[in-house]
């Protein structure tokens, strides 16, 4: 079964340290999103790419966070530099359509990250 | 703004038992409502979805209700299982391109 991949799986940085993410959706899926995780709390959608552009980058932090879908394919996330309040699960998630709201996200098992 | 609420503290049950989630939102109105389910360390795993219109959703052992004027949206598994035990997540949305908004979620505990 095809599934959502994403690297490193953990990551622990030091604050102001720069930091990047690797996704790679399922094969076919036009729309990647990425989510930040806090413990205890749900997703929070921080960017959504159409293809390789983006549609929604509303809660994304742009003074420290960028995103890139350079192909339509797979994606970065990077941070820099980060703060201790970065410190989350960062999951990347795919779906086949356009991103609509029935369309179903397949999620990836994330990247923990540890900012010290 | 816009706030769902699902239960902050575990819920524990026994096998064989009927588990009950609850998740209410306020100053929203949603077309379109979801369940996941999420286990330590994982991303979520998506189980049902529900539109405004429809008024209980079944798949297998899942039950999801849909009540627009209470707010409210409840998730049940029949015949809980220990291997069910995780935190299940709503997420809402609105028609149209629109984003997800998750719950903090509910962790269940089956215990055989």
Same mark, same amino acid.
């Given at each position: =079964? ?20 690797? *996704?790679?959706?399922?094969? %076919? ?14 997703? =929070? ?11 929604? !980058?509303?809660?994304?932090? +742009? ?7 350079? +192909?339509?394919? !797979? ?10 309040? !970065?410190?989350?699960?960062? $999951? *990347? ?24 | 703004?816009?706030?769902? =609420?699902?239960?902050?503290?575990? #819920? ?10 609850? *998740? ?16 330590? %360390?994982? %991303?979520?795993?998506?189980? #049902? ?7 209980? +959703?079944? +798949?297998?052992? $899942? ?26 997540? *709503? ?22």
């Amino acid at each position: =079964e095809a599934e959502v991949a994403q690297s490193p799986r953990y990551k622990i940085t030091e604050k102001s340290q720069a930091v990047a993410f690797w *996704c790679d959706p399922i094969s %076919g899926h036009a729309t990647l999103y990425w989510y930040r995780q806090i413990l205890g709390q749900g997703p =929070e959608l921080l960017v959504q790419f159409q293809d390789e552009s983006v549609v929604d !980058d509303s809660q994304l932090p +742009k003074d420290r966070f960028s995103a890139e879908r350079l +192909k339509g394919v !797979d994606s970065t996330l990077k941070i820099q530099p980060a703060e201790l309040g !970065d410190s989350a699960m960062y $999951l *990347c998630a795919s779906s086949l359509a356009f991103g609509g709201p029935t369309d179903t996200q397949y999620f990836g098992p994330g990247t923990r990250l540890t900012v010290l | 703004s816009q706030k769902i =609420e699902q239960n902050s503290e575990a #819920l524990n049950i026994q096998e064989g038992k009927t588990a009950t989630l609850t *998740c209410n939102y306020t100053n929203y109105s949603p077309a379109y409502l979801q369940w996941y389910r999420q286990d330590p %360390g994982r %991303g979520p795993v998506f189980l #049902l979805l529900i539109r405004e219109n429809e008024k209980e +959703k079944r +798949k297998e052992r $899942l039950k999801v209700t849909f009540d627009t004027t209470l707010k409210q949206s409840l998730f049940h598994i029949t015949a809980s299982q220990p291997a069910d035990s995780a935190t299940y997540l *709503c997420a809402l949305s609105n028609s149209g391109y629109s984003t997800l908004t998750f719950g903090k979620g509910t962790m269940l505990l089956v215990s055989p």
